[in-house]
Each structure stands twice: as structure tokens, then as C-alpha cells.
């Protein structure tokens, strides 16, 4: 199954699978094992599939015994980490998953556009060249030196040429559904606004750090506050990473599949990272308690 093929014994992380290929319509196992790559970037596939992976990993470690001071997600895992703190329920999280999946493909084709990621520049100097490029802006500030920008296809042209000429040292176009973390999801983040509207959530059993502002919080109502312009806010991954590191997280467990995430925060002085998939359980458990 893909990015689930090491919880296939797991009967929760087989009973969430399930109810989100019912939510979802869709055949997510064929999908997550066989491909192609054209269903894995669909958001409405790829987003009720990250969601239970994530959530099967972070339950795995805590399982072994992981100590968890704070949580965060990175774009759709804000929500499996919010589900995780108790925020709402592992169901509930994936009903929110399934509709944000939807609306976002809905918004794209509305609204068509795409993402590249830019290396060798900080989040600064990119949006300062932005500023006189129409139809393009920062989506993700992903570490020191690696930004995502997301805009219409123009947008994004003209924005590589201008930053290629400003001395980014690469620019790389990514395989995505659409602008994500752009205002031209406007329509999708007012529609996921109304269903938040009408979700429970709970003030989080450990502080989370938000996408839109990174500061750690348990009041179930400013998480909710937070998450509703998330669709339409750049992803402040930089800044969250510090802000853990300052709060006193020293290790960052990367419960999901890959290893991006662990990339990104060893450019963090004083944090160090691990990635439970790439890593192994017992290697996280290794580092964390050491």
C-alpha cells in the first residue's frame, strides 16, 4: 500500500483507511500501491492518505513510549497533528481532510496554477521581489534558504525569471494539483470556514504550533482561528521550527512517510530530527531519549 505498507497489520490504521475511501469515493489502497503518479498528486487522494499515515506513525511512537512537549504539521498535517493532540477525533479530522481535499481540487480547477520551490534564497528576499510580480506569492517558507512560491502559471513564470536573475541558486517546479497557500483558494477556505465552523474542537492536550501563526497554543477556539485562513496563509515552517526549538523541543520526530521534514530541520542549529519512516521506530526512540 504504498506509504501505508508498514501498517498493514494495524487494525486502526485499516479501520480510518477505510472510512476515508468511503468519505472520499475513492480506491485509496490501489491508489497508495499501484499509483499512477497522476492519482498520488490528486489532493483529494493524496490528502486522506498523508492524514492516516501520519496518524499511524505518531501512534506508533507514542505506543513505544515517546514523550511528545509540543506538535506540528506541515500544510494537511496540521490536521493529523491537531487530531493527535485531541483537538477532534481521529474521524472527525478525516471528514475535514476529505471536504479540504475536495474543495481545494474544486478551487484549482477554478483557478488553475502551480508551485515551484526555490533554493539558495531567504523568505524575505523572495517576497520582496514578489511584490512587483503579479499573480504569484510565498506559499511555504520551508527552512533557511528553501521557499515554495504558488500562483497561476504566468505568476510563477515570470517569478522564476526574475528570482533566477536575482541570483537563486535553483528553481525547482513541483508536481502539484494547484496554487495551494495562495488567495486563489479563496473560494475553498470560505467553504472550509463554514464546515469549521460547525466542527467540535477541544482545547489540545499539548501545545500545536500553527502553519499561520507558530506561537504554541491549547485553546481549542484560536486553533480553530488559526487553521480557518490556513488555505489562503503561507505555510511559516521556519519560523516553526525555531519557535520548537525555543519552547525546548531539542529533537524533531517526523511521524510520516519520507523524510522532508527531517531534511529541513537540520538546518536548525540546536535541533536535531529523525524520521520515523526512514529512520525506524526504534532509531527515534534512540535519539529522543537521549
Request: with cysteine; net charge negative.
Amino acid at each position: 500500500m504504498g506509504m501505508l505498507d508498514a501498517f498493514e497489520s494495524d487494525a486502526e490504521a485499516q479501520r480510518l483507511l477505510g472510512t476515508a475511501e468511503a468519505l472520499s469515493g475513492l480506491d485509496l489502497r490501489a491508489i497508495a500501491a499501484e499509483g499512477p503518479e497522476s492519482a498520488l498528486a490528486d489532493t483529494r487522494a493524496a490528502q486522506p492518505l498523508l492524514y492516516v499515515a501520519d496518524l499511524a506513525w505518531a501512534r506508533s511512537l507514542a505506543s513505544e513510549g515517546l514523550v511528545t512537549g509540543a506538535v506540528a504539521g506541515h500544510s494537511l498535517g496540521e490536521l493529523a497533528a491537531l487530531a493527535f493532540a485531541g483537538v477532534f477525533s481521529a474521524e472527525a479530522g478525516l471528514e475535514l481532510v476529505v471536504s479540504r481535499g475536495r474543495l481545494m481540487a474544486e478551487a484549482a480547477a477554478e483557478a488553475p496554477g502551480t508551485m515551484s520551490a526555490v533554493l539558495g534564497m531567504d523568505g524575505d528576499a523572495v517576497r520582496e521581489l514578489l511584490v512587483d510580480t503579479p499573480g504569484v506569492w510565498v506559499a511555504n517558507d520551508n527552512s533557511p534558504g528553501q521557499i515554495v512560491i504558488s500562483g497561476t502559471h504566468d505568476g510563477v513564470e515570470r517569478a522564476t525569471m526574475a528570482l533566477t536573475s536575482a541570483g537563486a541558486r535553483k528553481i525547482i517546479p513541483l508536481s502539484v494539483a494547484g496554487p495551494f497557500h495562495s488567495p486563489l483558494m479563496q473560494a475553498a477556505c470560505a467553504a472550509f470556514g463554514e464546515l469549521l465552523d460547525e466542527a467540535e474542537f477541544a482545547d489540545a492536550a499539548i501545545p500545536v504550533l500553527q502553519n499561520t501563526d507558530p506561537a504554541p497554543a491549547r485553546s481549542g477556539a484560536l486553533i480553530r482561528q488559526r487553521l480557518a485562513g490556513q488555505m489562503v496563509s503561507p505555510v511559516r515552517w521556519t519560523e516553526t521550527m525555531y519557535s520548537l526549538r525555543d519552547v525546548g523541543v531539542n529533537t524533531l520526530v517526523e511521524a510520516g512517510p519520507g523524510a522532508v521534514l527531517t531534511g529541513l530541520a537540520r538546518r536548525v542549529e540546536g535541533l536535531t530530527s529523525v524520521s520515523a519512516e526512514s529512520d525506524g521506530i526504534a532509531r527515534v526512540m534512540e535519539v529522543a531519549c537521549s
